[in-house]
């Protein structure tokens, strides 16, 4: 019998051209992807799809009320997970007067968690103000202003000068046993203390530093022992002051006579 020798396979020639895909194939698949990722945003956007189902809130809370902000931010949060405007919400959460700072995220896969900071006051500002600690005038509802707060006064832009001279004051005065009741600067720049008992200081619009200091270098000499007879005290002068007394109570008329 004769052998039969394996047959070769028909070799390629070189020039031959290399397989391609079929042209209409890359559009197909970029279609396709294209519709698959709308799919999806769909989806992902579908208010059903991942409801909001809790809402927390934290912070200090002195003058605001958890509840309040609950039910402020559980009113504008429409929509699914994704579909919730976090900045939106923060905006709205900072109109409310109280509020210094507030962070506002999501939290996979159904929480709106909210952050408060409130304003901190130091002093009443104006007529219907108040003085944060880092001396921003804000304006809530005066039935939630706290009470025994001093009352500061001064043009636009002069609160921090006003609050520091005030503390400067505060130290100065408490050290002879006086408590400052308000504090004003006017649009001329003069400065007025009016004390806890009701008496005023006038200090001017210069040298105020000097002024007070001179009054209180003539408090235990002259001005203590006869401090309740004294309404206003003028320091607007070089080397002294004028003091105007309180009025005095008329006496009772005697029998028989007019008054």
Known sequence: ????????????????????????????????????????????????????????????????????????????????????????VRRMILREPWVREASVTRVWPDTIHVSIREQQPVARWG???????????????????PPGLIRLYGPPGSEAEVWTTYRRASVLLGELGLKIGSLALSDRRAWQIVLSDGSTLL??????????ERF???????????WMRVQTLDLRYTNGFAVKERPTAPSPATPGTKP
């Open 1 to 88: 019998m004769s052998s039969r020798q394996p047959q070769r396979p028909a070799s390629v020639p070189r020039d031959a051209a290399p397989l391609r895909p079929v042209r209409w194939l890359w559009p197909l698949l970029g279609v396709l992807l294209g519709l698959s990722g709308w799919r999806l945003w769909e989806h992902l956007h579908d208010p059903h799809a991942y409801p909001i189902r809790k809402l927390t809130v934290d912070g200090e809370f002195r003058f605001l009320a958890r509840e309040s902000i609950q039910q402020l931010v559980g009113g504008a949060v429409s929509g699914g997970f994704f579909e919730v405007n976090v900045q939106q």
């Open 203 to 212: 200090l001017g619009r210069h040298f105020t530093q000097e002024r007070l």
């Open 216 to 226: 209180i270098r003539a408090w235990p000499r002259i001005l203590r022992e006869n």
């Open 127 to 145: 007529k219907d103000g108040l003085l944060s600690t880092t001396q921003e005038v804000f304006s809530p509802d005066q039935a939630s202003f």
